[in-house]
């Protein structure tokens, strides 16, 4: 019998995207997935510290595994991920949860097989973290969720340091992949018959800084659209202060780069941009939602929204609000600010109290969801082509697939469609999907 694994994630694409490279460096060492932790022979968990609930669902999970670890010794759990790159946590976890039996980081998944060896070797926590991001090794496989879109990394890291964020102190410093690596990925991608490619990297606008060449991110949109059989591409996330006119027309004429964005606005007041050191302005902001509707008529824009950022008053707030009702968004994350022990902006004075934030995380819900709804009524008795991702979990006669704008749609048809690009007329909207027929 084979022995079985788990991998419960947390966080980001990235992490996503991590996990499937765990998951095919356990099968390659015979491991089968199973659904269920008490069937695990190897549990993984691939955590985040991005906002503190994130954290606090970990140290959860990892108590309740307490008692299954005592029934069955032999079962080797590990931690990893955004949380493991923080000495703090890492502490918390060998001081209180003693059961954990290896934690590795995300600059050096590559090394699970050496530390797994080692662990069963000593029996003891084995622990091994890797600061530089040029340690990462850029050709591990993945074993991926879909077989028809998958993601892709071309940069590690990220320099930016906005005041409210962790990441940079976890993921590293921004490193880009050499772009002979990235194209060669995708090629192969393509001759198993993948369609669509997510090329992820926390600031993907400013890919290829770091190379003493010069190579854009527009260079990189434009080799990956030669390769044949992708047939979309896309990508996140994008800064506002990268993105150039180079970005916007590369995007407006290379056809297989699909008409969608995630631009995280953070804040609509300028003091608060400031003070999260974002280093645009909502003027800035404004005017390149501009150039991208007038390069790109039917973009759908999406984006993210801290509520609560240390400092932010109301007259700050309803700078926010107004923002939006004049971008108009097709979908928003939005986010109560969350303190993170060892960003700048945890050591700011005036932190605003949790019932204000949440009072002002409403009233933002109030006014996005009825926009959203409205721009997804745009699509009603439209065409569109959804290449189709799932079944339904509740009924096996509906699937769903995605536009090329990144709008979820649902509709009748059968499982042998999955992977394939379909055409379905849309006659129902609602606030974060659209419903339709095959035509
Ligand atoms: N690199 C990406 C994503 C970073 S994390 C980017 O720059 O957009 C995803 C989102 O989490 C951020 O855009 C931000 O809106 C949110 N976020 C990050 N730190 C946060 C914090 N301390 N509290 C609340 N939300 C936070
Ligand atoms: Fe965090 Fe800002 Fe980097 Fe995004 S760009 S990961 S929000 S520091
Ligand atoms: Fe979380 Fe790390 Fe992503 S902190 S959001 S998993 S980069």
């Known amino acids: ?61 990892l108590g309740a595994l307490k008692d299954l670890k005592r029934r069955k010794p032999e079962l080797i759990l590990a931690v990893c991920g955004c949380m493991m790159q923080r000495e ?14 290896i934690i590795f980081g995300t600059n050096n998944i590559h090394k699970l097989p050496i530390l797994i060896d080692r662990h069963k070797q000593t029996n003891e926590t084995v622990v091994d973290i890797i600061e530089d991001t040029r340690d990462i090794d850029d050709n591990i496989e993945a074993n991926r969720k879909y077989s028809f879109k998958a993601f892709v990394n071309i940069m590690y890291g990220c320099n930016n340091f906005c005041t409210y964020c962790i990441v940079p102190y976890t993921r590293g410093r921004e490193r880009s992949r050499e772009p002979e690596s990235i194209i060669k990925e995708i090629e192969q991608l393509a001759s198993e018959g993948y369609k669509e490619i997510m090329l992820l990297g926390q600031n993907v606008n400013s ?15 434009k080799d990956v659209n030669k390769i044949d059989g992708i047939e979309r591409i896309r990508f996140m996330t994008s800064h506002p202060k990268d993105l150039s006119d180079e970005l916007i027309n590369a995007m407006a004429n290379l056809d297989k780069v699909c008409e969608q964005l995630h ?38 824009i999406t984006t993210d929204i801290i509520v609560g950022f240390p400092g932010e008053t109301e007259e700050d707030f309803q700078e926010t609000l107004d923002l939006v009702k004049k971008v108009k968004y097709d979908s928003a994350f939005t986010f109560l600010y969350s303190t993170r022990e060892g960003t700048i902006a945890a050591r700011m004075e005036n932190q605003v109290p949790d019932e204000i934030k949440k009072e002002r995380f409403q009233r933002l819900l109030d006014i996005i969801y009825p926009i959203f709804l409205e721009k997804n009524q745009k699509y009603l008795n439209k065409t569109v082509e959804v290449l189709v991702e799932e079944v339904s979990k509740n009924n096996d006669e509906i699937l769903s697939g995605r536009t090329r704008t990144g709008k979820l749609v649902h509709f009748k048809g059968t499982k042998d469609l999955i992977g394939k690009f379909v055409n379905v007329n849309i006659d ?12």
């Open 88 to 101: 703090e946590a890492r502490n918390v976890i060998l001081e209180k949860y003693k059961h954990v039996d």
């Open 207 to 221: 890919y290829g800084k770091t190379f003493d060449y010069k190579y854009t991110f527009a260079d990189l949109l």
């Open 428 to 439: 129902a909207a609602k606030t974060f999907t659209l419903e339709g027929y095959l035509v």
């Open 263 to 300: 631009l995280p606005v953070q804040s609509g007041s300028n003091r608060i941009l400031k003070a999260m050191n974002r280093k645009y302005t909502r003027e800035d902001y404004l005017l390149l939602i501009e150039k991208l509707r007038k390069a790109i008529p039917d973009i759908a």
């Open 1 to 61: 019998m084979k022995k079985k694994y788990t991998i419960v994630t947390y966080g980001c694409q990235m992490n996503e995207h991590d996990s499937e490279k765990i998951s095919w460096l356990l099968e390659n060492l015979g491991y089968e997935w199973t659904d269920n932790k008490e069937d695990s022979d190897f549990i993984v968990y691939n955590t985040c510290l991005v906002r503190e609930n994130a954290e606090l669902k970990v140290y959860g999970q």
